[in-house]
């Protein structure tokens, strides 16, 4: 079982900065891959930025609307995601959704997880 906690949501004017954090615990073999996904009212859900680990870099994508303004990135333990997200505009409001593909420690099954979400507000 892996569970994944959200925080750093919030309301900020257009033009500012979060900064989304995820950590992943439980029966954990390895993590593969981590990303953030986001969700806006009567929209699907989209990928905003993933970032996988492997050899002596890691693999980093974001959806072309947040180039430049987002940055994904992985704790040193490797079981923690964060999204620095600057210049924020109100088309960014959505529900973000921390996501990653994990290994089980107790018998190296591959499994999909998801974090319950956490609501940005960019205001005008």
């Known amino acids: 079982q892996v569970q994944l906690v959200e925080s750093g949501g919030g309301l900020v004017q257009a033009g500012g900065s979060l900064r989304l954090s995820c950590a992943a615990s439980?029966?954990?073999?390895?993590?593969?891959?981590m990303g953030w996904y986001r969700q806006a009212p009567g929209k699907q859900r989209e990928l905003v930025a993933a970032?996988?680990?492997?050899?002596?870099?890691?693999?980093?994508n974001y959806v072309d609307s947040v180039k430049g303004r987002f940055t994904i990135s992985r704790g040193n333990a490797k079981n923690t995601v964060y999204l620095q997200m600057n210049s924020l505009k109100p088309e960014d409001t959505a529900v973000y959704y921390c996501?990653?593909?994990?290994?089980?420690?107790?018998?190296?099954?591959?499994?999909?997880?998801w974090g319950q979400g956490t609501q940005v507000t960019v205001s005008s």
């Open positions: 996501n990653a593909d994990a290994l089980s420690s107790i018998d190296l099954h591959r499994g999909t997880y």
């Open positions: 439980g029966s954990i073999f390895s993590i593969n891959t």
């Open positions: 970032i996988t680990s492997g050899g002596n870099s890691d693999r980093i």
